[in-house]
Nanobody, 123 residues
Framework: QVQLVESGGGLVQAGGSLRLSCAAS????????LGWFRQAPGKEREFVAV????????YYAESVKGRFTISRDNAKNTAYLQMNSLKPEDTAVYYC????????????????WGQGTQVTVSS
């Protein structure tokens, strides 16, 4: 079973950038699909982006398409979420999660979650 730890969150002004990391240990990292989700205050957790075992297989929520890029480095057992042109509505706790399902966007299909990292975008 893989364990996941997110990092890279922080406070940034609108229009700025952050890169989140999701470091994995245990399990065979390259065999898992990795997803990023977020939960804003008072809202349900929502899908952000997913990358399959093939780095060319990615999918994004419409709200972040063109601004966020998901990637993975299997040699480093790490997945990333590059976030550009950040908006105040991107403020949330961001979670990475793993699944063996192919390009899953439903959080119910993910069985391992990190603890989350806070991203705050000021206007």
């Amino acid at each position: 079973q893989v364990q996941l730890v997110e990092s890279g969150g922080g406070l940034v002004q609108a229009g700025g950038s952050l890169r989140l990391s999701c470091a994995a240990s245990g399990g065979t990292f390259s065999s898992y699909t990795l997803g990023w989700f977020r939960q804003a205050p008072g809202k349900e957790r929502e899908f952000v982006a997913v990358i399959g075992t093939s780095v060319s297989s990615t999918y994004y929520a419409e709200s972040v398409k063109g601004r966020f890029t998901i990637s993975r480095d299997n040699a480093k057992n790490t997945a990333y979420l590059q976030m550009n042109s950040l908006k105040p509505e991107d403020t949330a706790v961001y979670y990475c999660a793993s699944t063996r399902q192919w390009i899953a966007t439903s959080q119910g299909l993910y069985d391992t979650w990190g603890q989350g990292t806070q991203v705050t975008v000021s206007s």
